[in-house]
């Protein structure tokens, strides 16, 4: 017997595999999402990299319901995303519609998906950036999409949604996340200001237990100091 069943979107990035992992650990069956197959998944959908938004749409909400057959989820946890720099002076539009792509597709996928599939009472989590509550004049792209994510969790957090009843939408925002690639090109960062993979997908599996839940569209940047990480509503 599984104790629950989960979507991970993203679910092949270093924090998408860390939280598939963590939940099959504790016994849940788990869907990924994404543009590549994440093999320890127990159903893997791959989305159609050059399909248009409401064709990326259809094919991930189709696909769900064919692999839950009929059965409920306890969470849709949205951990895609990317990040590119820039201004207004190059390759704004460019930088801007690949942010868009990568965060805000994916983020509106995933409230579709649990619009229709989500238990009563389940989780959706998406992924938002602390930067993006100010101005990010260095990374204009990323800051617009991230703030666009910030605002659909307000949204689906508030009544009439189309969520499920007693549903908890709310969005982590993180400063800087422990993965690979992130020590590859910040080698010489403090890591103890970065906040582990493991931490958030324990965070993800207290919320989809219905254990120390925040309020349902809450903004909660990630503060981490000294290796430790406080959650901080956004105000």
């Known amino acids: 017997m599984s104790a629950g069943r989960v979507v991970i979107y993203g679910g092949k990035g270093a924090l998408g595999s860390a939280c598939v992992d963590h939940f099959k650990a504790n016994n849940y069956w788990v869907g990924s999402i994404d543009l590549t197959e994440n093999e320890k998944a127990d159903v ?3 989305v159609p990299r050059d399909a248009i938004w409401s064709e990326q749409e259809d094919t991930v909400v189709s696909k769900v319901s064919e692999s839950l057959a ?3 989820l306890d969470a849709v946890i949205c951990v895609a995303g990317g990040w590119a720099g820039g201004n207004a002076k190059k390759d704004l539009a460019k930088n801007a519609d690949l942010m868009w792509k990568q965060s805000v597709w994916t983020s509106a996928i995933s409230a579709a998906v649990a619009a229709q599939h989500l238990k009563e009472g ?3 989590a998406l992924t938002g ?8 004049p260095g990374m204009i792209g990323y800051g ?7 605002q659909l969790t307000l949204s689906l957090g508030a009544e009439k949604s189309g969520l499920p009843a007693g549903s908890l939408a709310v969005s982590i925002l993180p400063v800087t996340l422990d993965t690979p690639m992130n020590r590859k090109w910040m080698p010489d960062a403090d890591f103890g200001t970065w906040t582990s993979l493991a931490e958030v997908a324990g965070l993800f599996l207290k919320w989809t ?3 120390e839940r925040p309020k349902t569209g809450s903004l909660l940047q990630l503060i981490t100091k000294n290796g430790v990480t406080e959650l901080i509503a956004a105000e």
């Open 44 to 46: 893997s959908i791959v």
């Open 70 to 72: 009929g059965e409920k």
């Open 122 to 124: 389940g989780l959706l």
């Open 129 to 136: 950036a602390k930067p993006a509550l100010e101005g990010t």
């Open 144 to 150: 617009m999409a991230k703030a666009a994510v910030h």
């Open 209 to 211: 237990q219905a254990q």
